[in-house]
């Protein structure tokens, strides 16, 4: 259970453990010292958009010795939080990116972010013993407004910056308007068309 200002919440797992000794079950024993270290706090690149970010960070090198035995690197996985979506952490890539050597810079492209939202970042290191603690956090980073978006009251509707607005009012005011169809086009959004008699 956590709980904070804003409330609490809880969750629940079960965890069943067989037997050892059971032969269709093959058992690992996971050796910490060959976790993979943490990569570095996920940092933004250049601008977002209203859909995607682009992250990057680094796989930082173990300056602790470790066994002369060490597993390669199976990839990153990346997880965001919103405040904005009060949704929790969600992992939006699993082992991307594999093969990458200490030192080296990640860059990668989230997508399937939603417009005018902040979202905080943390990525895993993942190889054959397990994943790696999480990254220190990013900082918060904003996805862009949706054109069009701002002086309409927040709905998303494109507007055309050409056209005269006095004209558009003049001719829509002596015609009449059919809907036509008004469908769902996401979680937020929806798809209207109609035509004007």
């Known amino acids: 259970m956590a709980s904070s200002t804003s409330g609490e919440t809880s969750g629940t797992g079960y965890l069943w453990v067989e037997s050892p000794t059971n032969p269709n079950i093959a058992f690992h024993r996971t050796n910490l010292a060959l976790l993979p270290v943490p990569p570095s706090a996920p940092t933004l690149v250049n601008e977002t958009g209203t859909n995607f970010a682009t992250i990057s960070w680094t796989l930082v090198a173990n300056k602790v010795?470790?066994?002369?035995?060490?597993?390669?690197l199976l990839g990153f996985s990346i997880e965001a939080f919103s405040p904005d979506l009060h949704s929790g952490?969600?992992?939006?890539?699993?082992?991307?990116?594999?093969?990458?050597?200490?030192?080296?810079?990640?860059?990668h492209t989230v997508s399937g972010l939603r417009a005018d939202t902040s979202y905080v970042f943390i990525v895993r290191a993942e190889n054959i013993e397990g994943f790696s603690v999480p990254s220190k956090p990013s900082a918060a980073i904003k996805t862009k407004t949706r054109q069009g978006s701002g002086g309409n009251g927040g709905r998303g509707i494109q507007v055309d910056e050409d056209v005269d607005e006095e004209e558009a009012r003049n001719q829509l005011s002596?015609?009449?308007?059919?809907?036509i169809s008004a469908e769902?086009?996401?979680s937020t959004s929806i798809r209207i068309s109609w035509k004007v008699g």
């Open 184 to 186: 769902p086009a996401s």
């Open 174 to 179: 002596g015609s009449d308007i059919e809907l």
């Open 65 to 72: 010795s470790v066994p002369t035995r060490t597993s390669p």
């Open 89 to 107: 952490w969600v992992t939006l890539g699993h082992r991307i990116y594999g093969g990458t050597r200490p030192g080296e810079v990640v860059t």
